[in-house]
Every structure is written in C-alpha cells, then in structure tokens.
C-alpha cells in the first residue's frame, strides 16, 4: 500500500475511533515534519491525560515550574514533579513577573539578567529548551515615556540574555502580544525586528495564533518572518478558546508556515470548558486542518 494511501486510511479510521489520533497524526507528521509535536500550556501534573491523547509535551511556567524565585530545595521540590510526568516539559512561559521592568524609568536589567540565569539554569536541568519570553506587565511601555527609547532598552535586554541563554542550551523566544493585553510588540513582524536588532541566535520569535486573530495580523508576516519562527502558540479568537470549539479557521496560517518549513512546536494555550472533555478534541481539530 502506497504511502499516502496508508495515511488517509490511518486518518479515517481515527475519526471513527477505531485507529488512535496519535497513531494517525504520528503517520502524517513523519511524512512532513510539519507540527508533528503538538503540546499544551497546563500543568505537568496532566501529563497522563496529555500522553493518552496523543500530545507530544508540556508547556509550563517559568515561575511555577523552574521557580526562580525560590530556594534550591523547592527547585527539588519541582525536578521530583517533572521525573514523574509521563511526557517531557520542554517549553516554559510566564517569563517575568510584572515587578521587572524590561523597559521604562524603573527598569532593572540587572535584576532580570540575575533571575534569567537562575531560570535557565534550571530550565537545563529540567530538559526546557524554550523560554516564552511574553511578560506583558514587564515590557509595557509606561505612559509618557519615549516608545524608541522603550525598544533601545528591550533590544539591550536582549542582547545581554542571549549569551546566558546560550550558556545552558535554551532559546528565548519573544511572543507578540495584542494591544489589549500589552502596548509593546504586538505583531509578528514587530517582534521579528526586534530579534533582528538583537542578532543572537539564541533570542527568537514566537507566532501566537490568538494574538495574531485578535489584532487582525494575517499570515504574510509568518512567510516574512519565518526563518525567525521557534515557536508557537494556538487558541480560537473568540473568547480565547480551545481549537475546534468555535471551528476557526487556522489553515492560512498553517499554510504560511507549511511555506516557511516551520519544524518547532505548536502548544495550545486556552481557556478550558472543560479540560478532560476537551482535551481528546483540540488535537484531532487541529490535526484536520493541517
């Protein structure tokens, strides 16, 4: 049976339940490279329902799972979670808490840079290779003060993580954020610029579906910017729910980087109903239309 034959067989029975999505998604993955590791922003402590369905990772927090902010023993506390899971934590989020300034007059770089070295360090450890570096409350440009001199400061940031970042083997990948959650890179070309500014190849860019819908940004800054591209998130626009739960279309998007030979993750970062109920759905959703 020819290969292509073998995969529409493979999906068609998934839909009728009797071959498992992960099955048929693992068969189309491996001809294309293309999002064959779908994960999801949740706790490690779901990683046996995750892994049943078919997903590939988990996407945690920086502050609640590498816990920066904490003693070596609550580290431990955490490593003891993680050799448990049954799937890997290879990607992290909210990065900085709003009390670090990346930009404005209350600034603290050296604060930050000290917390990332404690963060990526343990990300190592613990196997994490992205850091979403969103942080809205850290990177939105206080009112009244210079837009480009806010950008000068982040893109110094930057530069100065990216070696630490290097150091232990992770990428900083920046997430645009829309206009209503942050008033500070909320585009993927706007954060791609950045990235080109910083000229590290351990700072990157992220491509956050829901972000992108919320704000109108169509998928030609995906095939610009998409050598950038490490990373990525997904959620409906509407209500920021899971994928499948208003059946959005995400298929020009995933076109775009079908063209751009995107090969990283794409983790679902939602608003839940109902995890358990939900959980077997958003895969299938997001397989049908890729």
């Not at 850091?131 to 806010?150: C, Q």
């Not at 020009?252 to 959980?279: M, T």
Request: aromatic share 8%; hydrophobic share 40%; charged share 25%.
């Amino acid at each position: 049976m020819n290969q292509s034959r073998r995969t529409f067989l493979k999906s068609s029975l998934a839909v009728a339940g009797i071959f498992s999505v992960s099955d048929a998604f693992s068969s189309m993955g491996s001809q294309s490279g293309f999002l064959k590791n779908i994960g999801v922003c949740t706790s490690v402590t779901n990683s046996e329902i995750l892994k049943k369905y078919g997903y590939s990772y988990i996407e945690e927090g920086v502050r609640n799972f590498l816990v920066p902010s904490e003693s070596e023993d609550k580290f431990s506390e955490q490593l003891a979670l993680a050799g448990k899971s049954k799937l890997p934590v290879t990607a992290c989020n909210s990065f900085l808490p709003g009390n670090l300034k990346s930009v404005g007059k209350e600034a603290v770089h050296t604060e930050i840079l000290k917390f990332a070295e404690t963060a990526f360090r343990r990300a190592k450890i613990t196997g994490v290779k992205i850091i979403v570096f969103g942080s809205g409350g850290s990177r939105a440009i206080p009112e009244g003060f210079p837009r480009e001199k806010a950008k000068e400061q982040f893109i110094n940031l930057c530069s100065q993580m990216g070696p630490i970042a290097a150091k232990y083997d992770v990428i900083v990948v920046i997430e645009p954020l829309n206009k209503k959650e942050c008033n500070f890179i909320n585009s993927v070309s706007e954060g791609g610029e950045i990235v080109k500014a910083v000229k590290h190849p351990n700072i990157q860019l992220l491509a956050d579906l829901y972000h992108m819908k919320m704000d109108d940004e169509g998928p030609e800054s995906i095939l610009k910017y998409g050598k950038l591209l490490r990373h990525v998130h997904i959620a409906e626009k509407e209500g920021r729910a899971a994928p499948g739960t208003h059946r959005e279309d995400f298929r020009p998007y995933f076109e775009a980087l079908k063209k751009v030979r995107y090969k990283g993750n794409i983790s679902v970062e939602c608003k839940w109903e109902n995890f358990e109920a939900q959980i077997p759905l958003v895969i299938k959703a997001i397989q049908e239309q890729i």
